[in-house]
């Protein structure tokens, strides 16, 4: 049983939307901190930062890479590099270079695609060098595995596994978009042409597509702590949330029961839909209600302007959600711990249209 919690959404400041989390819980008599993702490079100071001054220790138990995406895997060199970091969790392709090789045609040999694949995905590899050179315990966050209190419940190796052989950037094409994935930069290309439509209470709109293979690679975890569910979702998509709600609910994870819910890849609308954010979160309500349900935590930075999308955050408050986006700040959950000084977010109104 938990005795406390906190969970800190670090504000990822950049032209273009990061996420880093910090998480500090006791269970069983034993605290344990625990990172997912770092933002860009000068994120992983800010982390340490928050860590000592906040934490009182920058000894962490789990860091998590969610996925390779460089606005969430550069700012962890910093922290892998100077704290006491006692587990690595990183999915590496390279590693089942002798399974995904009878789908490469251009390649016969196991170690040229293994080279291949470390450098499509440097960032990964990047912390993989770290942790080698200093020791570090480097695991895989897969389906089922143990983080602590966290359980993964996506992706299953099997899909990660489909998910990095069909991917553009494997193994031919490797062009470096940094956060951006193909959706993104078509999003960013048609930007001056969205259209919004004035819409009412409960009508939502999410396109037909979906997100990028690497968004998609990303590593959902839940917890319970303080009798509260937590579900981190990092930049996954429909596709993702629907394999860790299956494995959810085969492993006795009751849904919707989702107390704090990260909201997927900065807000963005190729990561959700209807179906499955009633599958996670619950039906729709008939109107707003007096009092939020659970929290909904958005990581965006204040000069992304296409992020949170209107038609995600309509979402989140058409189930219940106090919804709050970091914008250049810190949000912090916590039960069972206070932080002096700190208040608390006001709800955000509630956007009156959405992208067409």
């Known amino acids: 049983m938990s005795e406390y919690y906190e969970i800190d959404f670090l504000g990822v400041e950049s032209a273009k939307s990061g996420d880093a989390i910090t998480l500090r819980y006791k269970a069983n008599g034993r605290e344990t901190i625990h990172v997912v993702d770092g933002g860009y490079l000068d994120t992983g100071t800010k982390i340490v930062e928050h860590l000592n001054q906040f934490y009182g220790s920058v000894v962490i138990d789990h860091v998590v890479l969610t996925h390779p995406d460089q606005d969430h895997a550069n700012g962890l060199r910093t922290v892998v590099e100077t704290c006491e970091v006692r587990n690595l969790w990183i999915n590496r392709p390279w590693e089942y270079a002798d399974q995904l090789l009878p789908r490469f045609a251009n390649y016969n040999s196991v170690e040229a695609l293994k080279r291949k694949l470390r450098d499509v995905y440097s960032a990964t590899a990047e912390l993989e060098t770290i942790a080698l050179e200093r020791g570090i315990s480097i695991n895989s966050p897969l389906q089922g595995a143990a983080i602590g209190e966290f359980t993964v419940l996506a ?66 975890q839940t917890a319970l702590l303080k009798g509260e569910r937590i579900l981190l979702t990092g930049d996954a998509g429909r596709e993702t949330l629907k394999e860790a709600a299956d494995y959810a609910e085969a492993t006795g994870i009751n849904l919707p029961g989702i107390d704090l819910f990260q909201v997927p890849h900065h807000g963005g609308r190729h990561n959700v839909s209807t179906e499955i954010l009633d599958r996670l979160l619950g039906k729709r309500l008939s109107q707003q209600p007096e009092k939020t349900t659970f929290s909904a935590i958005c990581s965006a930075a204040k000069a992304d302007e296409d992020h949170p999308r209107k038609a995600v955050v309509r979402a989140m408050l058409h189930r219940g959600a106090h919804f709050s986006c970091t914008n250049g700040q810190v949000v912090r959950k916590a039960n069972g711990i206070d932080r002096p000084g700190w208040r608390a977010i006001p709800q955000v109104a509630y956007p009156e249209d959405q992208e067409e």
């Open 155 to 220: 992706p299953s190796l099997n899909r990660y596994l489909d998910l990095v052989a069909e991917s553009g950037r494997t193994p031919e094409i490797v062009e470096d978009h940094g956060a951006g994935s193909i959706f993104e930069r078509v999003a960013l290309a048609a930007k001056a042409v969205t259209n919004y439509i004035r819409s009412v209470w409960g009508h939502e709109t999410f396109p037909p597509t979906g997100t990028s293979n690497e968004n998609e690679m990303s590593v959902v």
